[in-house]
Each structure stands twice: as C-alpha cells, then as structure tokens.
C-alpha cells in the first residue's frame, strides 16, 4: 500500500499564498501520478491539480496561473504552492495518488484544510 500524509493548510487573507506538501511512503514504486483534490462542505470533492510521469501537469481552470504543482523525487514528496488565494479556495485539501494499473485515484491522505478569510 501507499500512505500519504498532507501538511501546510492553514488560515490566509485573500491574496496570500501557502504551500501544500504531502509526503508519500510505502510502495512508492507502484504510482504513476499525483494530485490534489479539494472539497468544501455542501460541495463535492473536485480535482485541482495533478502531475504525472514525465512531468506532464494538468490543472484546474478555476486555479490555472495561480497555482502550482510540482515533485521532489528524492523526499517522495509533492508540492502544491498556492498563490493570489480567493475565499472560494477555502476547502479540505486532499493528496491522491495513481496505481499505475488504475485509471482512477485510489491512494488518499487524511486532508489538510485551507481557510482564506475575505
């Protein structure tokens, strides 16, 4: 199995920024993708950013050239740094992860929640 474990969420003004780590561990070599996914409450769980082999990225609409994802192989962590944050980013942020025979997600971290207040 893989675990996952998220950290960085907290509590930001409108148009601040945070950084979102989450730390991979188990059997890392079985995962072909990464993400992250948030939910708000009354609203299901959406995708926000995922990075793939190769370093292929895709992204939200929602949160295209303000947020960014990225990889440190080597501490088999993945990043989320989040820039010009609204309040309708406030959510429980969620790391995911890919086998590689899935074609869904199907590894989950706890989730670490981001708060902007207006």
């Known amino acids: 199995q893989v675990q996952l474990v998220e950290s960085g969420g907290g509590l930001v003004q409108a148009g601040g920024s945070l950084r979102l780590s989450c730390a991979a561990s188990g059997s890392i070599g079985s995962i072909d993708a990464m993400g992250w996914f948030r939910q708000a409450p009354g609203k299901p769980r959406e995708l926000v950013a995922t990075?793939?082999?190769?370093?292929?990225?895709n992204y939200a609409d929602s949160v295209k050239g303000r947020f960014t994802i990225s990889r440190d192989n080597a501490k088999d962590t993945v990043y989320l740094q989040m820039n010009s944050l609204k309040p309708e980013d406030t959510a429980l942020y969620y790391c995911g992860a890919k086998h590689w025979a899935s074609v869904q997600y199907n590894y989950w971290g706890q989730g670490t929640q981001v708060t902007v207040s207006s």
């Open positions: 990075i793939a082999t190769r370093g292929i990225t």
